[in-house]
């Protein structure tokens, strides 16, 4: 069974998807990871062979573009990865000299990282293909609908901190 409807398929195709997504006991986190992995995956597995980047790598590259000067703490408190990818990306990142890491001059137990401009002039060349790719899975919604999605994505990702620890569950 297609799971992805094409322009033959029927309803049948469209239905079966439909009770798929719909069917399971999580429906709505369900659907949310379903396009997020058709964005992500074709994605980061685009830019792991062209770019020779794992995707920890990937989005700490994306955060620094934002948050230039976190650490590697600061980012696995926002992102949730794990710290013990997020600390191999680090150093793997910074032997590819795509960032830098520097003492923090409050507290030189930590070590703030920054990306060098040979790690922005990467981000900048696979940037284009994942807003691509968004503009892609967005194509579907009407400006109106974009706006409501970016306000319901803004409150849910407001409400992640009141969640709790996974440890709770």
Same mark, same amino acid.
């Given at each position: 069974?297609?799971?992805?409807?094409?322009?033959?398929?029927?309803?049948?195709?469209?239905?079966?998807?439909?009770?798929?997504?719909?069917?399971?006991?999580?429906?709505?986190? %369900?659907?949310?990871? %379903?396009?997020?992995?058709?964005?992500?995956?074709? @994605?980061?597995?685009?830019?792991?062979?062209?770019?020779?980047?794992?995707?920890?790598?990937?989005?700490?590259?994306?955060?620094?573009?934002?948050?230039?000067?976190?650490?590697?703490?600061?980012? !696995?408190?926002? @992102?949730?990865?794990?710290?013990? @990818?997020? @600390?191999?990306?680090?150093?793997?990142?910074?032997?590819?000299?795509?960032?830098?890491?520097?003492?923090?001059?409050?507290?030189?137990?930590?070590?703030?990282?920054?990306?060098?401009?040979?790690?922005?002039?990467? %981000?900048?060349?696979?940037?284009?293909?994942?807003?691509?790719?968004?503009?892609?899975?967005?194509? !579907?919604?009407?400006?109106?609908?974009?706006?409501?999605?970016?306000?319901?994505?803004?409150?849910?990702?407001?409400?992640?901190?009141?969640?709790?620890?996974?440890?709770?569950?």
């Amino acid at each position: 069974m297609r799971l992805i409807a094409d322009g033959d398929a029927g309803e049948t195709e469209v239905s079966r998807r439909r009770a798929i997504l719909d069917g399971t006991a999580i429906p709505t986190a %369900y659907k949310i990871g %379903y396009v997020l992995n058709f964005y992500r995956e074709p @994605s980061f597995r685009m830019i792991e062979t062209e770019f020779g980047l794992t995707r920890p790598e990937i989005v700490i590259l994306i955060f620094l573009t934002v948050r230039d000067g976190a650490t590697a703490s600061e980012f !696995c408190e926002f @992102s949730g990865h794990l710290k013990a @990818s997020v @600390s191999r990306a680090v150093i793997l990142l910074e032997k590819k000299k795509l960032i830098r890491r520097q003492p923090d001059p409050a507290d030189n137990r930590r070590q703030l990282l920054y990306l060098t401009a040979e790690g922005r002039a990467l %981000y900048e060349r696979y940037i284009p293909m994942l807003k691509a790719r968004e503009a892609a899975m967005l194509a !579907c919604l009407d400006d109106a609908e974009r706006g409501q999605l970016d306000r319901l994505l803004d409150k849910l990702a407001a409400h992640v901190p009141e969640w709790g620890p996974a440890s709770d569950l």
